[in-house]
């Protein structure tokens, strides 16, 4: 008889995937189509929250006023990205407290990008333009993924990227068209970060173990090397635009495909940074558990005034 | 070619003198949101809960934004092509004119709690009066930031009685805090002479007359938050007049890093 129940539920299910129907929180879904959700948007919730941390680093030293209260409303945006992304994975049933739990255990993972030093200010640049640029490129899409909060978190999401992207642009602007030295601060940031962000839409797709699933169920639309593609081909143009060099040698423009051809990541090094071995994983992460442990006595202490709070107003 | 375009300089209602003296107490406004505001945003990212890491960002955002209209305004007080980014980046700590509250270090949150608490009454009161001055720059400025420091005042007061009364650390944590920030409430009220002939001439309010306010509010949130109020405690000042503790060194060299291993450049 449950059989029989459970495999109508299924068949709802796929039907409303089948037909671009949103999956809801109280809708039934298949046990793996939840995990591989929590797995996805805490991931993406914490990649908010790490985020801040490289460029959280410069925000003491921005060099204007303007600069600095653009790049702080920036991070506190993402701050506020991570609070809406925890809350769509908490309408699957699983905490916050156990997401930042399984992020501090290193069971969760965040992107990998932010394991890499923000070592000049072009690096708060570099990080606007060509890191929220893929970041973009990769969640535009989500607006349209199969579950409904997830999808819905993502619109706001998406908005408030497309002006990171904007204003990184900008900083990379302003020092290419600057004195020589700004101009070589853009170039050695870019250097160090095209790659890297060239990770950030994972590993190719032949050895990308999720995506067939995902794609199935719609929770994700392209794939990576699909979304790799379009980035490069949006990207060069712009680099082009700045005046700045692409670091690869590789790179040509390809009449055939109508796109570029570039040069193969560093797949040893991608490996190696989601691994944990990457320049600044271990500071990332104690950063984070820091802050969590630190902030326990504040927390117990919210909790048993509202309990006191509570108390009396029951009494009262 | 005028390469040099000096705009029309506010103020030209007033007196050079009188001028100098509302450059002056501008200043002060400006570096003591400013050093505040960086304070606040040596948080971002570490707050002990992520909603209170938005809350101190978004606080340090207002404050500012509140630098920003100040210098700029002081700018063309000062009439000498110097631009907010000028009076923010190129001053040294000696001629800085925040109190010294402001700039001490984060500590832990109790610290920076209570030190916001303390500093927010004396906001919220001042902007509520200079509203309205007459000098209708300061009063448009203090128009917008009061609204912010309503709820600023209404976000850490509301920290100061969680702190207090919540758990045995929490509490023992903010009489700590207290010792260490207690003594740098006083300067908030002590007016340097350009405040009292500022204050004379009904520009600006009298921000000693600001203290029983202050400290009437500072009763009735310490008493829920089941606290005593300091009594007798020596007051340390002379931020206001450029006589700093040795922490402001290090913000401006941090803050001002990139203007001045770079001079003249845009960003």
């Known amino acids: 008889m449950e059989t029989i129940i459970e495999k109508s539920l299924e068949e709802v299910f796929e039907e409303k995937i089948a037909n671009d129907i949103r999956i809801e929180p109280k809708d039934w879904m298949p046990e793996q189509y939840r995990k591989t959700l929590v797995r996805q948007i805490s991931q993406h919730a914490h990649s908010e929250i790490v985020g801040m941390l490289p460029e959280g680093n410069w925000i003491t030293r921005a060099p204007s006023l303007k600069r600095k209260a653009i790049l702080l409303s920036k991070v506190q945006d993402e701050a506020g990205h991570g609070l809406y992304l925890y809350s769509a994975a908490e309408t699957l049933g699983t905490t916050r407290d156990q997401m930042i739990a399984d992020l501090h255990s290193g069971k969760a993972k965040y992107s990998s990008i932010f394991n890499y030093p923000t070592l000049s200010w072009a690096d708060i640049g570099a990080i606007g333009w060509l890191v929220d640029g893929a970041a973009i490129m990769n969640q535009v899409p989500l607006i349209r993924t199969s579950y409904g909060p997830y999808a819905r978190a993502m619109v706001r999401v998406c908005k408030e990227e497309s002006f990171h992207q904007r204003q990184g642009f900008e900083i990379m602007m302003t020092l290419c068209n600057g004195a020589p030295a700004q101009k070589q601060m853009a170039q050695e940031a870019f250097n160090r970060w095209w790659w890297p962000t060239l990770m950030m839409f994972g590993p190719k797709d032949s050895e990308s173990p999720n995506t067939e699933q995902s794609m199935r169920w719609k929770i994700k639309r392209f794939t990576n090397d699909e979304l790799r593609q379009r980035f490069v081909d949006m990207m060069v143009p712009q680099a082009e635009f700045l005046g700045l060099t692409v670091p690869d040698k590789d790179l040509k423009w390809n009449e055939t495909k109508n796109g570029y051809d570039f040069g193969d990541v560093d797949w040893e090094e991608f490996w190696n940074v989601v691994k944990g071995n990457g320049p600044c994983n271990k500071d990332r992460l104690s950063a984070r558990v820091k802050a969590h442990e630190e902030g326990a006595w504040v927390r117990e202490a919210a909790l048993a005034h509202a309990q006191k709070r509570a108390q009396r107003e029951a009494q009262a | ?267």
Request: charge should be negative; hydrophobic fraction near 40%.
């Open chain 2, 1 to 267: 070619m005028d390469l040099h375009h000096t705009p029309t300089p506010a103020g030209q209602e007033y007196l050079p003198e009188k001028r100098a003296l509302l450059l002056d107490y501008t200043l002060q406004l400006a570096d003591t949101s400013l050093i505040l505001g960086h304070r606040l945003s040596e948080w971002c990212g570490h707050g002990p809960i992520l909603e209170q890491d938005l809350a101190m960002a978004n606080i340090a955002l207002d404050l500012i934004g509140e630098t920003r209209s100040l210098y700029q305004y002081a700018a063309e007080l000062e009439g000498q092509s110097r631009t907010e980014d000028d009076l923010a980046y190129l001053r040294e700590a000696v001629h800085y004119k925040n109190p010294l509250l402001v700039e001490q270090p984060n500590g832990d949150f109790a610290h920076t709690i209570l030190r916001q608490f303390l500093f927010d009454g004396y906001h919220f009161l001042l902007l509520q009066q200079l509203q309205n001055s007459p000098d209708q720059r300061l009063a448009a400025i203090a128009a917008k930031s009061f609204k912010e420091a309503s709820y600023h005042l209404k976000w850490s007061s509301e920290w100061v009685i969680r702190l207090g009364d919540g758990t045995e650390e929490s509490k023992a944590r903010l009489l700590k805090a207290m010792d260490h920030l207690w003594m740098f409430s006083g300067e908030l009220f002590l007016m340097t002479e350009t405040e009292q002939q500022l204050a004379q001439a009904g520009i600006i309010p009298d921000s000693a007359s600001l203290l029983p306010q202050w400290e009437a509010h500072v009763a009735k949130v310490f008493a829920e938050a089941t606290l005593e109020v300091p009594q007798n405690v020596f007051m340390q000042k002379g931020g206001k007049i450029g006589r700093h503790s040795e922490h402001l060194g290090y913000i401006l060299t941090e803050l001002q890093y990139l203007q001045r291993a770079y001079p003249g450049l845009e960003w």
